[in-house]
């Protein structure tokens, strides 16, 4: 049981060009989320998944986009990344019952775009 | 918005000190999470506070939840240096928001010394 995965742990992009980060989960959970976390910032929601084919905005949602083709993953693509979105981004999911609330997060990946 | 504050963000001690850090709010929030997160990896969860003027105890952690639901403290007893991480509170809105999304802390670092 590996819980939540995110692949790749680092990254190295320039202004402009593009990716796409994975987050993978066995927990059979129906709820995923992706976060970025920025020193001083805390964790600040960017766009969130509650079942398959489904995803809608979250706190700071511009300049990302995500899928969510498989109720065990949840990509988050930068299009043209910008210096702004260098952080280190993490991914979480959660059962839809009363446990809801309690998230379980991947490890993360550290992103820096020059 | 409802907005979850940490304090203080910083808490530097030696070992076998007590601390206590603290989480408030001006809303009321229908429960509360804390995690812990150490360097390098993403938050792990480890508690839930539900009811007003909840205690939890797990180990060497007390955790209380505020009689008014609006506030909750994390106390550690004889501090080692395997707690050493960042501290994250994180609660639920009331209303119930879309997609069961969590208002997260800022944090709080705490450094146990040898």
């Known amino acids: 049981n590996a819980g939540v995965t995110q692949t790749p742990k680092f990254r190295v992009l320039k202004t402009g060009q593009s990716m796409t980060l994975l987050c993978a989960q066995d927990?059979?959970?129906?709820?995923m989320y992706w976060y970025r976390q920025d020193p001083g910032m805390g964790l600040r929601l960017i766009h969130y998944?509650?079942?398959?084919?489904?995803?809608a905005k979250g706190e700071v949602p511009d300049g990302y986009n995500v899928s969510r083709l498989k109720k065990q993953n949840f990509l988050l693509g930068l299009e043209s990344a910008a210096p702004s979105q260098t952080s280190v981004y993490f991914c979480?999911?959660?059962?839809?019952?009363?446990?809801?609330?309690?998230?379980?997060f991947g490890p993360g990946t550290r992103l820096t775009v020059t | 918005t409802q907005l979850l504050e940490q304090s203080p963000q910083f808490l530097s001690i030696q070992e076998g000190e007590n601390l206590t850090v603290y989480c408030n709010s001006s809303?009321?929030?229908?429960?509360l999470q804390w995690y812990r997160q150490e360097p390098g990896e993403g938050p792990v969860l480890l508690v839930t506070?539900?009811?007003?003027?909840e205690v939890k105890k797990l180990k060497r952690l007390t955790f209380q939840f505020g009689d008014a639901r609006k506030d909750s403290s994390l106390h550690i007893t004889a501090a080692q240096p395997g707690d050493t991480g960042l501290y994250l509170c994180?609660?639920?809105?009331?209303?119930?928001?879309?997609?069961?999304?969590?208002?997260f802390g800022g944090g709080t670092r705490v450094l146990v010394k040898p």
């Open positions: 979480a999911s959660s059962f839809r019952d009363w446990r809801s609330y309690e998230q379980y």
């Open positions: 927990m059979n959970h129906e709820y």
């Open positions: 998944s509650v079942g398959e084919g489904t995803t």
């Open positions: 809303s009321v929030f229908s429960s």
């Open positions: 506070v539900v009811t007003g003027g």
């Open positions: 994180a609660g639920p809105p009331f209303p119930k928001a879309a997609g069961n999304k969590l208002t």
